[in-house]
C-alpha cells in the first residue's frame, strides 16, 4: 500500500462548482497533513495546513479524519485560477519523518 | 527572504556525462528533501537531511546518485553517469522539523532543475 493515496483525476467542474478531494494516508502515527498546489511547469506550493479540528481559507476548506486516516479538501465556488494539481502531504510519526507527497490529483475548472 | 535557490534552472547533458544540481536552503531551516518529479511516477523523495546528516536516502534509485550537505547552506546531488531515464524535474526543498514531535512546518520548493539527458 502506498503511504499517501490520491485519484489522480482529472477532475472536470464548471466555474462556481464545488468539488471535493480525498487523500488517505497509511501510517497511523503521522501527524504533520498538508495540501500543496502545483501549476504546470511550477514547483509546488503551500495551500494549507490540516490541523485536527479542520481549517478553512476563504473558498477552501480542510479535514483531517484520523480514524479513518484521510485528509480532504472542499473547493467552493471554482474559480478558472483553480485549475492545477492539488498534492497531499503527509508525514510520519516519532522522530525524523519523511514528507511523502500524494502523486497529485487534477483539477479543471472550465468557463 | 529569497527561498529556497537552485541551480542550473536547466540542463542538458549527453548520456554518460556528470550531472551536479544545487541547492540553497532558507536560512535558519534544518531539513532538506530533495525529490524528482516526472508524469509517470509523480513526486518521489530520494533524500533527506536533517542538521546537514543524511537520514533517509531509500529513494535514491542507485548508487549513480550521490548528495551532499557540506553545511547548513548547500547542498549537492550528483548523478554519475547520467543515463536518458534520469531526465526529470529535480526539487529541493525545505523545512523546520520540531524534534521530539515528529513534525514539520510546511516545506518550501525551489524552482526546480529541468535534466535532460540525451
Known amino acids: 500500500r502506498k503511504e499517501v493515496e490520491q485519484d489522480p483525476g482529472p477532475f472536470n467542474v464548471p466555474e462556481g462548482a464545488t468539488v471535493a478531494f480525498n487523500c488517505t494516508y497509511s501510517?497511523?502515527?503521522?501527524?504533520?497533513f498538508f495540501w500543496y498546489r502545483q501549476d504546470c511547469r511550477k514547483e509546488p506550493k503551500l495551500l494549507m495546513s490540516?490541523?485536527?479540528s479542520g481549517n478553512e481559507d476563504g473558498r477552501f476548506t480542510a479535514q483531517l479524519n484520523r480514524a479513518s486516516q484521510y485528509i480532504s479538501l472542499l473547493i467552493r465556488d471554482s474559480k478558472l485560477s483553480d485549475s492545477a494539481t492539488y498534492l497531499c502531504?503527509?508525514?510520519?510519526?516519532?522522530?525524523?519523518?519523511?514528507?511523502?507527497f500524494g502523486t497529485g490529483t487534477r483539477l479543471l475548472v472550465s468557463p | 527572504d529569497a527561498g529556497v535557490i537552485q541551480s542550473p534552472r536547466h540542463e542538458v547533458t549527453e548520456m554518460g556525462q556528470e550531472v551536479t544540481l544545487r541547492c540553497k536552503p532558507i536560512?535558519?531551516?534544518?531539513?532538506l528533501f530533495w525529490y524528482r518529479q516526472t508524469m509517470m511516477r509523480g513526486l518521489e523523495l530520494l533524500i533527506y537531511?536533517?542538521?546537514?546528516?543524511?537520514?533517509?536516502d531509500s529513494g535514491m534509485p542507485e548508487d549513480r546518485f550521490s548528495a551532499k550537505m557540506p553545511n547548513a547552506s548547500f547542498s549537492t546531488l550528483k548523478i554519475q553517469p547520467s543515463e536518458p531515464r534520469d531526465s526529470a524535474v529535480y526539487f529541493c526543498?525545505?523545512?523546520?522539523?520540531?524534534?521530539?514531535?515528529?513534525?514539520?512546518?510546511?516545506?518550501?520548493f525551489g524552482q526546480g532543475t529541468r535534466l535532460t539527458v540525451v
Open positions: 526543498a525545505s523545512s523546520l522539523s520540531r524534534r521530539g514531535l515528529g513534525s514539520f512546518t510546511e516545506a518550501f
Open positions: 501510517n497511523s502515527a503521522s501527524q504533520s
Open positions: 490540516v490541523y485536527s
Open positions: 502531504v503527509v508525514n510520519g510519526g516519532t522522530g525524523f519523518q519523511k514528507l511523502v
Open positions: 536560512s535558519g531551516h534544518n531539513s
Open positions: 537531511f536533517n542538521n546537514n546528516v543524511p537520514i533517509d
